[in-house]
Each structure stands twice: as structure tokens, then as C-alpha cells.
């Protein structure tokens, strides 16, 4: 046996959050890596690589050089129910510390599989929220870049607010704070920045996050150059590391249904979807869905459904599974359904998004503000109708409102993540009534056209950045070679 040099291959290990707003990302980013030339190994757990077993078929009869890496999730002995294996799972918040510690205990048979059964890849890419992954690569001497789902501006904002401790002596949570070294002048106040409620328990997790953040090797991030590029910059400054934006992801799948394969089974047949739509005017349809893990109660479903009604617009409405109760059922069918029938289709549960998003009827998002939904948006030209619930959310707000000027705001000053019903734990008032849904509505629909115009230009933007050419694709080349050829030699047979 000797050993001699070979051409270096680029073989990425990818360590998604086992949530939905990362693990889609992630299956794009390792389509993206394996068209490229990269071998790829996307580590995931049993019920959760179940949910995207479409999408892994896809990519087995495609033969791209992508495996998935099934690790068994220890949910039973964090006392978490059986099969509980991601974060739209999670019932309270209360049971966030269990899904942290379960994906930590990931950690030994991540390394036992890299010892024993994998050769060595030239670079992990691991979620921000799998600190413990840190571990792990150094442990194997392999380079480690970062991930975690969101934007530059909402990244780099968070990043100035978590390593400089800026709202811990700030006791009012309405009060004005100035962000420090941002390359503008940015307020934001304590109940909207990320780090919002602070959970007890988390504090460990936390200090491991930056301190994971601070010493890996760069970040990826799911954005192009063009959207952000006073954030891109300033990001790379204030981390003192490069920063890859090699998005929007999505656009790697050629076609729409491809898109919406990427996460759950839809609720609804995509053939009824589309007739249904296909019906509508041009962008007169309101899309509305709050993504995959911000909850709504009944009472605050009730005022948003009135407030569609009120509003005359045809709407397209997700009621995901978690919020689906036999009162929200009674208040449907007894009159609402029926009222509403020739202009409104209610989806319980799984919406294919992507594909709803890129119909033409579609003129306008209601959206929670998760980063995905609003690349989502930002791909179909969809001008957005703003309601942030939690963590990067209100950035995210302020970005597509106030920065880059495709959206208006419904105007909550309160983050709501576990359904509360009218009032927080402060006694703040976080229920937003009909009027005001019917009203924002009215704003973007009969009005809007500047903000229509600017969002149709960031969507053709968007598809340049991803082209051949363009700077994510060529972003994404030079991480390939700068990440691939760490000169590991192998051993064949003489
Ligand atoms: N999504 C979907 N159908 C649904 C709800 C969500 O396809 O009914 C997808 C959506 O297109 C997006 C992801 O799930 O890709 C949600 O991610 P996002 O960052 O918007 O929000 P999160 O769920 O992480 O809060």
C-alpha cells in the first residue's frame, strides 16, 4: 500500500438546525456544492430526512454526489416525545433547551461516523445554532464555516448585539438603543431585537454559540452581493472574516414544484392549487402564512380571517397543523367558509409555497418575515405585507420596509413566538384586530405600485446573482476551490 498524491477533491459535510427554515436552505446549499463538483454529506436524523424523502429521491435518481447521514436523535432521553426531531415539533418553549441538548449529544456518533466510516471531508459547514460542531472539527482538524439561515443585515446586526452585550443593562424594553459601529445610524428597541425574551437555561448554549461564531473560519451566508452590499462589507469588518453569500439557494431548483418539494408534504393537491389560481386576476391574490414555527391563537386567527373578508381581496390562507383547533374548525364552517368560498382557499397544514408565491394572481405576502419567506418573495417579485413574530424577524422587517422598500408594515411592536392571546408577560398588547389586517391590505393591493416596480427589479437582481457569472455563482466557485483543496493525499493500492 502507498500512498501518493491525488487530485484534491472538495467533499463538504453539512450540518443543518433540524428545523425547517434551515434544513430547506441546506438541501439547496448541498445541490448547489454537488453541481459544482463538491461531494457532499448532509447530516440529518431519522424522521426528519422522512419529511424530505421526496427531495432525496429527486436527488438519488439525479446520481449528484450528495448522501444523507441518518443520526439517531436522541429526543426520548431529553425527555422530549419520540420522533420529535425538529424545532416546528417543539409544543413550548420550555422544551428549546431539550431540543439544544439533544442536538449536542449528536456530537459523539458525528465523530465516531467521521472516524470510522467517512473519509475526512475539507470543510464542515454547520448551522450557527450546532455550536457543539465546533467541537468536532477541530477535534478532526477540519475547516468549519458557519450557517445560520438568515440574511448579512440581520446577521450582522445580531452579531454586534450578542458580542457586545448591547440591551443587558436595558431595563425598558420600549427604549430607543442605538446600535453601535453599524455602518448607519440604527435604533431598534430591547422587545425587537433578536435576543427578545431571554430563556433561563439557555445561557450555556448561548456563550458556546459566540464563542463558535468568533472562531470559525467564515460564514455562508443564504443572500446575494447586490441586496446587501454596505452589509456584506461592513459583516466581513466587524467578524473579521470573509463572508460567502452565494444565494438566493433556491433558485438552484429549475422549476417551482422542485422549490416546494423541499420541506413538507403539501396539505393541499399543487394541481387544485393552481386551478384555483389560475382563476384569479394578476396579482390580486393575498398569500398568507406565518412559516413553520411561529404559533397563532384562535382569537387572533379569527381577526385575521375577518380582516381578509374585510378587505374584498381573494386571499390565499395557511392555517398550519399546530394551530388547527376545534374551535378554529367550528369558526370556519360556521359561516366563514361559506362566505368567503368564491374569493378564498384556506390551506390547513402544508402549503407548497414557492409554488404559490410564483403564480402570477399572487400580488402580495403576508408574511411572518423568516428569512426564507422573504428570499422566497424576494425571487417571485412579490411586494410583502410585514408581521414579525420573533428572533431575526423585526430586522428582517426593517430591511424589506425600510431599506429596501418592497413592503409595508402591519405594525407590531411586540414579539409573540408561543401564541400568547392579546396581551405578553409584560402586559403588552400583541393581538392585531381585523381593522388593521384589512387595512394594510387595502395599502399594498390598491396602492403599492413603486414598491411592485422595486420588487420585480430585486427579482430579476436576484436571478443574475445566481447565474453563471454572477457573484453568488462565482462566490460559490472560489468557497469550492478555497475549501476543497486542503492537499489531503490518498492511499491506493500499489
Ligand atoms: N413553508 C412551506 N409551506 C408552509 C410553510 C412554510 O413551504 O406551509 C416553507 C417556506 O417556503 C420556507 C420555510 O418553509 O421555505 C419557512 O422558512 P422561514 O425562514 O420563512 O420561516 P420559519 O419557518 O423558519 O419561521
Known amino acids: 500500500m502507498d500512498t501518493v498524491d491525488s487530485e484534491p477533491k472538495p467533499y463538504f459535510f453539512l450540518v ?15 445541490r448547489l456544492l454537488a453541481e459544482h463538483g463538491a461531494t457532499v454529506t448532509f447530516v440529518t436524523t431519522p424522521v426528519n430526512a422522512l419529511r424530505i424523502k421526496k427531495i432525496i429521491e429527486k436527488i438519488k435518481d439525479s446520481q449528484l454526489p450528495i448522501d444523507f447521514l441518518k443520526l439517531e436523535f436522541p429526543s426520548e432521553k431529553v425527555g422530549l416525545p419520540k420522533g420529535c426531531e425538529s424545532a416546528d415539533m417543539l409544543s413550548g418553549s420550555d422544551q428549546i433547551i431539550k431540543f439544544v441538548n439533544a442536538c449536542s449529544m449528536l456530537k459523539d456518533s458525528l465523530i465516531s461516523c467521521l472516524k470510522e466510516k467517512y473519509p475526512s471531508p475539507t470543510c464542515i459547514i454547520a448551522d450557527m445554532n450546532q455550536p457543539w460542531v465546533g467541537d468536532v472539527a477541530r477535534e478532526l482538524s477540519i475547516p468549519r464555516l458557519t450557517f445560520n439561515g438568515s440574511g448579512v443585515f ?72 447586490e441586496l446587501e452590499p454596505l452589509y456584506v462589507d461592513s459583516y466581513a469588518k466587524t467578524a473579521g472574516k470573509k463572508i460567502w453569500a452565494i444565494g438566493p439557494m433556491l433558485l438552484c431548483n429549475r422549476n417551482t414544484n422542485e422549490m416546494s418539494e423541499r420541506g413538507n408534504k403539501a396539505s393541499i393537491a399543487e394541481d387544485d392549487c393552481l386551478r384555483w389560481l389560475d382563476l384569479q386576476k394578476p396579482a390580486s391574490v393575498v398569500y398568507v402564512s406565518f412559516g413553520s414555527l411561529a404559533h397563532t391563537t384562535f382569537s387572533q386567527l379569527a381577526e385575521i380571517g375577518l380582516g381578509l373578508e374585510a378587505s374584498g381581496w381573494p386571499f390565499v390562507w395557511v392555517i398550519k397543523d399546530g394551530d388547527k383547533s376545534t374551535d378554529v374548525e367550528e369558526w370556519l364552517s360556521n359561516g366563514f367558509e361559506e362566505r368567503v368560498h368564491d374569493r378564498g382557499l384556506i390551506i390547513k397544514g402544508w402549503a407548497p409555497q414557492m409554488m404559490i408565491l410564483s403564480h402570477r394572481a399572487i400580488g402580495g405576502f403576508l408574511t411572518h418575515c423568516g428569512w426564507n419567506s422573504i428570499l422566497e418573495s424576494i425571487c417571485t417579485g412579490v411586494p410583502m405585507i410585514t408581521w414579525p413574530h420573533f428572533a431575526d424577524q423585526f430586522l428582517n422587517e426593517m430591511l424589506v420596509v425600510e431599506i429596501l422598500k418592497i413592503g409595508v408594515k402591519i405594525g407590531v411592536q411586540y414579539p409573540n413566538n408561543w401564541a400568547r392571546d392579546v396581551k405578553d408577560d409584560n402586559n403588552n398588547n400583541v393581538m392585531v384586530e381585523r381593522d388593521d389586517v384589512a387595512k394594510v391590505i387595502l395599502e399594498l393591493m390598491d396602492g403599492g405600485e413603486e414598491i411592485r416596480e422595486k420588487a420585480r427589479e430585486l427579482a430579476r437582481m436576484a ?24 492537499g489531503k493525499t490518498s492511499a491506493v493500492e500499489a
Do not use: C, W
Not at 446586526?157 to 458580542?163: A, D, G, L, N
Not at 435576543?195 to 464563542?211: A, H, T
Not at 446573482?465 to 478555497?482: F, R, T, V, Y
Open 16 to 30: 443543518p438546525l433540524m428545523a425547517q427554515g434551515h434544513m430547506i436552505p441546506m438541501v439547496d446549499m448541498a
Open 154 to 225: 440581520p446577521n450582522l446586526v445580531t452579531y454586534i448585539i450578542r458580542h457586545q452585550n448591547i440591551f443587558s443593562h436595558v431595563k425598558d424594553d420600549k427604549e430607543l438603543v442605538t446600535i453601535p459601529g453599524f455602518p448607519h445610524r440604527l435604533e431598534m428597541t430591547k422587545a425587537k431585537s433578536p435576543i427578545g425574551v431571554q430563556r433561563p437555561g439557555m445561557e450555556k448554549f448561548s456563550e458556546k454559540r459566540l464563542q463558535e461564531e468568533r472562531s470559525a473560519d467564515g460564514v455562508v451566508v443564504n443572500s446575494f452581493y
Open 463 to 486: 436571478r443574475k446573482a445566481m447565474d453563471e457569472g454572477g457573484s453568488s455563482s462565482n462566490n460559490l466557485i472560489e468557497l469550492i476551490k478555497e475549501y476543497g483543496d486542503t
